[in-house]
């Protein structure tokens, strides 16, 4: 993954994309408008709470959606996952765009149930920017939120290919890095790397739910950056976990058959070795981790969403 301090130039807008209208005004929506807009593309916003689209709108990531103008280029949705096909196929009733895409972190289902009830798959390019914050809301937004971050693009059978280049021409117009995954794939390593991830961070910040403050005080950065992003929208990662249920399910699985184990060693004063064994799994998965995305540790950012 390339820094966001070595990209060669920054962001341009394609010629094939002039206007884009963002449906839903949280972080990632939000974003996406700022980033667009800074390589000059009109952009229009619509979002179904009203705080959330001034909000937008005052820190000028675009306008609000008017009522009878021409389509968009490409219509973003930005919505919960669950929520992503029934928008996709009323904003296609609307004929809001030409090309639609989808910023939500699962592909699969969504795909079914987009096909399910209608939608014209052949212009809509399921994606998700590997890219956000604990915050939420429009307020967490920025531009450079993409800069240098994967964002993997799910091609599927009925897509057509000017769709696809369309919204690989929106992805670099934000700054990301186009990958192509197949959904199930995509949503396999979504569980491992974010979802998955998400839980274990959950569960650890809710035993300080309510810790006293002596506690509290000596809190340090490990248990800060472990819980780090514990403070993401609970409705938000809800809808995420039911979407990718199963994948999520397996990881959680795995990690609680080894705290499990360790917890019984412990107690019974077993073996050092089977404590010693994970914590050496641990500093070799972390190796990996740190190796892929050198950069990202060195400056301690977020690596995925």
């Not at 820190?59 to 949705?77: E, T, W």
């Amino acid at each position: 993954m390339t820094d966001p301090g070595e990209l060669q130039g920054p962001p341009t807008a394609p010629a094939t994309i002039r206007r884009v209208t963002v449906i839903g005004c949280g972080l990632i929506g939000t974003s996406v408008a700022l980033a667009l807009r800074r390589v000059g593309i009109r952009v229009e916003l619509t979002d179904d709470d009203p705080r959330s689209l001034l909000g937008a709108v005052r820190m000028g990531a675009g306008l609000a959606l008017s009522s009878g103008g021409p389509p968009a280029d490409v219509v973003v949705i930005a919505t919960p996952p669950s929520t992503v096909a029934g928008v996709l196929h009323a904003a296609q009733a609307r004929e809001l765009g030409q090309v639609y895409t989808d910023v939500a972190s699962t592909k699969a289902r969504i795909l079914t149930e987009a096909e399910s009830i209608g939608c014209d798959l052949t212009s809509y390019v399921p994606g998700h920017p590997m890219a956000g914050r604990e915050l939420s809301g429009p307020g967490a937004a920025h531009a450079d939120l993409f800069a240098g971050r994967q964002w993997p693009l799910c091609p599927h059978p009925a897509m057509s290919p000017q769709a696809m280049r369309t919204v690989a021409g929106l992805v670099t117009a934000c700054g990301g890095e186009v990958a192509l995954l197949a959904a199930d794939a995509h949503d396999r390593i979504a569980a491992a790397v974010s979802h998955a991830p998400h839980v274990v961070a959950a569960a650890l910040a809710a035993t300080f739910a309510g810790a006293d403050p002596a506690t509290l005080s000596l809190v340090g950065k490990g248990l800060w950056d472990v819980t780090r992003v514990a403070g993401g929208s609970p409705d938000l990662w809800c809808d995420i976990l039911h979407q990718n249920a199963e994948p999520v399910a397996e990881l959680l699985d795995a990690v609680a058959r080894d705290i499990a184990g360790i917890a019984t060693a412990l107690r019974v004063s077993g073996p050092v070795e089977k404590v010693t064994e994970l914590l050496v799994r641990g500093n070799e998965g972390r190796g990996l981790i740190v190796g892929a995305h050198p950069a990202g540790a060195a400056r301690g950012g977020r690596i995925a969403a």
